[in-house]
């Protein structure tokens, strides 16, 4: 008789385990996709055409610039 609740224990904490564990696993898979997601506007600089992001650019009268001595030597 006891043995009958002790095997229903036993099998109740396995699937509670199994369960756990695969909410865990969805999650980090969850995060994994949205950071794979995450897209960066990348732009050529004008002088030496190295890509660079977008909100980081220098920007000109002629375009985009990588740093400011870009901008310079460009745009004098």
Known sequence: ???KYLLILVILMAAIF???SNRKLA???RKAAEQRTKVIDMQPCRWCAVQIPTVEA???KHGSYCSAAHLHKAEP
């Open 1 to 3: 008789m006891v043995s």
């Open 27 to 29: 999650v980090k898979e």
């Open 58 to 60: 220098v920007q000109g």
């Open 18 to 20: 199994i369960w756990r």
